[in-house]
């Protein structure tokens, strides 16, 4: 391939599949405060990564819809109907038994598996992803739900009966901590956001909902869901830009949790605008730049087919794709030949095709940002590896394979969340180690080799450098089960199904002198039913 097909994109709707068309969708409402408010004010219009031609024969991004861009006024009340829905933990939400906020929960995914056809089409029309891993990410989500309401019932019988120690009774349970506002990112837009809203939401928080720049019109079928699902308050969507609508509501002190995936840039600046740094707890997955390393007799069919996997999923737009390769000098000839024979059976194309691989970037300014990385390191003597490599048109970008890559170039340091994959020589192990070392970003790292006393030479410094090591496997975020987390810039917090409701809650006691006169007043509040807290209920 020396150059991409000039008709991939559709010649027009009438070339896409009839159940993937879209009709451009229009939003012009919010929720806020348990209502449908609606919007006359300015909007922003999304255009899809997928392009056609106009009139002119000349390609354009398709218009897939509009939505509010509302201000700090409209953020501002969404903070106040969360805050009231809160009530310093006296609203409805925070005092529900556990039992009835869960059946809340399941009410909402039935309501939301109703979307999951148009959901699915617009993760393909606004982000470029292609319609298996759409799916998925829709499929995942409603999984990881069902998976949270199992932990947090586990978590909750732990905590169904009473402890005595040192002559004090006590029970201790897990408690909301107040407002929440979650913030998730273009390339999940589904799936990450709700791991963060969907245990906030359980555990008692309400909740300001920011959606991304760019997904965000396939969150508007789920408002509906949230609105019916939940008491009034509980969900409060927010819309704008992020530079506008969100400072104030730091600044204000009432947000106790800050939920964000995006940028530790971002995440660096919002927090320190909250007037109580001690009173907010941030929950966040941020920026990475995983490495793989590629040892001299590592299996490089495996090395190659995980590799491509973890390099170039959704075009390499993922926080743990794998990013750079150290690969021993020894093998890195034969690797790169393999890896870019590899890459070029990859199939570019529309979202909705079978067996596409490589689909249009969301980001408009993306392949262009691309192009630089690539001629910038060809500058300093890398060259691309396979035929075709970096060849764009429009939004499509074919993923290079570029080597050898060296500290200097902006591919060894920066985070290029795009199709390249950076390969860089070394000759002794300690350098990948320096690399993971200095590098400002902690979160995975994939060893690809065979021989246990290296590998296990390795994992025991590097288990303390990152937080996930993968052995002959790419980096990746599930199973949703396993802790998913960051060292230095890449995150704080823990997002797996348990760790996550842990995160978004607080450990309570609930103690007493073990008297007679105190053992018969617990025994008569646990029998009366007279407090949701204090309980010996079982959950089945």
Request: charged share 20%.
């Amino acid at each position: 391939m020396t150059s991409l097909p000039t008709n991939l994109f559709p010649a027009s709707m009438a070339d896409v599949p009839a159940d993937y068309r879209i009709e451009p969708l229009h939003q012009r409402e919010y929720l806020l405060n348990g209502d449908m408010v609606a919007w006359n004010g300015p909007v922003s219009e999304v255009y899809s990564p997928v392009c056609m031609p106009d009139q002119t024969g000349t390609l354009q991004r398709v218009l897939v819809g509009s939505f509010p861009v509302a201000g700090p006024t409209e953020a501002m009340a969404a903070l106040d109907a969360a805050s009231a829905a809160y009530d310093n933990g006296r609203g409805e939400w925070p005092m529900m038994s556990v039992t009835d906020r869960i059946k809340h929960m399941e009410v909402f995914i039935g309501k939301m598996i109703e979307q999951k056809a148009l959901v699915v089409k617009l993760l393909m029309w606004e982000i470029g992803k292609n319609l298996a891993d759409s799916t998925k990410e829709f499929d995942r989500t409603v999984t990881y739900i069902y998976d949270t309401i199992d932990a947090y019932k586990d978590i909750d019988r732990a905590g169904s009966r009473f402890k005595i120690t040192e002559g004090i009774i006590g029970q201790i349970r897990r408690a909301p901590l107040g407002v929440v506002l979650s913030m998730g990112p273009f390339n999940y837009p589904l799936n990450e956001t709700y791991t963060t809203l969907i245990p906030a939401i359980l555990m008692g928080n309400t909740i300001l909902f920011k959606t991304p720049k760019h997904g965000s019109l396939l969150h508007y079928p789920m408002l509906e869901a949230f609105r019916t699902s939940f008491p009034k308050g509980v969900v409060n969507s927010i819309y704008g830009r992020g530079a506008d609508v969100v400072p104030p509501l730091m600044q204000s002190g009432k947000v106790n949790v800050l939920a964000l995936i995006g940028s530790s840039k971002v995440a660096d600046s919002l927090k320190k605008m909250h007037p109580k740094s001690n009173r907010l707890r941030a929950v966040l997955s941020l920026d990475a730049k995983n490495a793989a390393i590629v040892l001299p007799d590592a299996d490089l069919d495996v090395a190659v087919s995980e590799g491509i996997l973890g390099a170039l999923s959704f075009n390499g737009q993922r926080c743990t794709a794998l990013k750079i390769f150290w690969v021993h000098r020894s093998i890195a000839d034969q690797f790169t030949e393999k890896l870019s024979a590899a890459v070029n059976k990859l199939k570019p194309g529309m979202p909705w095709e079978a067996g596409v691989n490589i689909t249009p970037l969301p980001e408009p300014t993306k392949p262009a940002y691309i192009a630089d990385c690539i001629a910038e390191a060809e500058a300093q003597g890398a060259r691309i590896m396979n035929e075709g490599g970096g060849a764009a048109h429009e939004s499509l970008v074919f993923p290079a394979v570029v080597y050898p890559v060296k500290d200097g170039m902006k591919l060894y340091r920066e985070e290029q969340f795009g199709p390249i994959i950076p390969v860089v020589p070394f000759d002794n192990i300690e350098e990948p180690l320096q690399y993971l070392i200095n590098a400002d970003h902690g979160m995975q790292t994939s060893i690809f080799g065979n021989d246990p006393v290296q590998i296990g030479q390795l994992i025991d410094p590097l288990v303390n450098i990152v937080c996930r090591v993968n052995i002959n496997a790419q980096c990746q975020r599930g199973p949703d089960t396993f802790p998913f987390t960051g060292r230095k810039d890449s995150a704080e917090g823990t997002l797996s199904v348990e760790d996550a409701l842990r995160s978004f809650s607080i450990r309570s006691v609930v103690a007493t002198k073990e008297t007679d006169a105190n053992v018969a007043l617990v025994n008569k509040i646990v029998g009366e039913h007279d407090s949701q807290f204090l309980s010996t209920n079982f959950i089945f």
